[in-house]
């Protein structure tokens, strides 16, 4: 790497490990190795004891990153040559997995420590052509609109669903694919239905990963219907 590169990632985990305990592991995705940066749970925890909407949920490496990344490496054209938008990236391996398959890559999130995070593991990765920016869901700036959307344990909050879905239909082409990977029951079954009643056509997946112990996590695919506004 660049001496540049090398002191701006120095900068971003000198900046990070100020406030948390960060973790590195190594994860396989599209054909390649990846060397990820997490804050660890007891760190964030200790914290942000207290806190709920602003819980900086980034900051941790979630399951459904990795099930989100496979299914790119397994369905790579669905990405590859396209505009991605990836939402709530946090770790960003998805979106990482994604420029690796050859996506022009928009990385955003809503906690300025989380997109800090976002960078400074594209970097150590060697990616430097990424955009990202720090966004609110519920007041997103202009931007797009997107051939794809992405999003890894996005579904968290009930009061923030509301506002996805008008990012969807205000940041998404009009032939565009969202992409969600989730907890289910607990979050893509109550999301789903929203999303049909809006307009989309929508399909689940479901999958399993082995993350501390066997998981299942659903894969939420919608398009707009046929004739829908939006």
Same mark, same amino acid.
């Given at each position: 790497?660049?001496?540049?590169?090398?002191?701006?990632?120095?900068?971003?985990?000198?900046?990070?490990?100020?406030?948390?305990?960060?973790?590195?592991?190594?994860?396989?995705?599209?054909?390649?190795?990846?060397?990820?940066?997490?804050?660890?749970?007891?760190?964030?925890?200790?914290?942000?004891?207290?806190?709920?909407?602003?819980?900086?949920?980034?900051?941790?490496?979630?399951?459904?990153?990795?099930?989100?990344?496979?299914?790119?490496?397994?369905?790579?054209?669905?990405?590859?040559?396209?505009?991605?938008?990836?939402?709530?990236?946090?770790?960003?391996?998805?979106?990482?997995?994604?420029?690796? /398959? %050859? *996506?022009? =890559?928009?990385?955003?999130?809503?906690?300025?420590?989380? !997109?800090?995070?976002?960078?400074?593991?594209? &970097? @150590?990765?060697?990616?430097?052509?990424?955009?990202?920016?720090?966004?609110?869901?519920?007041?997103?700036?202009?931007?797009?609109?997107?051939?794809?959307? /992405? %999003? *890894?344990? =996005?579904?968290?909050?009930?009061?923030?669903?509301?506002? !996805?879905?008008?990012?969807?239909?205000?940041? &998404? @082409?009009?032939?565009?694919?969202?992409?969600?990977?989730?907890?289910?029951?607990?979050?893509?079954?109550?999301?789903?239905?929203?999303?049909?009643?809006?307009?989309?056509?929508?399909?689940?997946?479901?999958?399993?990963?082995?993350?501390?112990?066997?998981?299942?996590?659903?894969?939420?695919?919608?398009?707009?219907?046929?004739?829908?506004?939006?």
């Amino acid at each position: 790497m660049e001496g540049s590169i090398l002191e701006r990632i120095a900068a971003l985990r000198a900046a990070l490990e100020s406030r948390y305990v960060l973790e590195d592991i190594t994860v396989y995705a599209a054909g390649r190795e990846w060397r990820l940066s997490s804050v660890r749970l007891n760190s964030l925890l200790a914290r942000h004891p207290d806190e709920t909407e602003t819980f900086p949920h980034g900051l941790l490496l979630w399951p459904a990153a990795f099930v989100l990344a496979e299914w790119l490496t397994v369905e790579p054209s669905l990405v590859a040559g396209k505009s991605v938008l990836e939402i709530g990236a946090g770790v960003g391996l998805p979106g990482l997995t994604a420029r690796r /398959l %050859g *996506a022009q =890559v928009t990385q955003t999130d809503y906690q300025p420590y989380s !997109l800090m995070l976002t960078e400074m593991n594209a &970097l @150590q990765n060697g990616i430097t052509d990424i955009a990202r920016f720090q966004a609110d869901w519920r007041s997103f700036p202009e931007a797009g609109p997107f051939e794809v959307i /992405l %999003g *890894a344990d =996005v579904l968290y909050s009930r009061e923030l669903r509301p506002a !996805l879905s008008v990012l969807f239909a205000e940041h &998404l @082409q009009r032939d565009g694919l969202v992409v969600l990977a989730d907890r289910l029951p607990a979050n893509l079954d109550y999301f789903t239905p929203r999303m049909e009643r809006e307009g989309w056509d929508c399909a689940i997946e479901l999958c399993r990963t082995v993350w501390e112990e066997e998981r299942e996590i659903g894969l939420m695919f919608a398009r707009r219907r046929q004739g829908s506004r939006g």
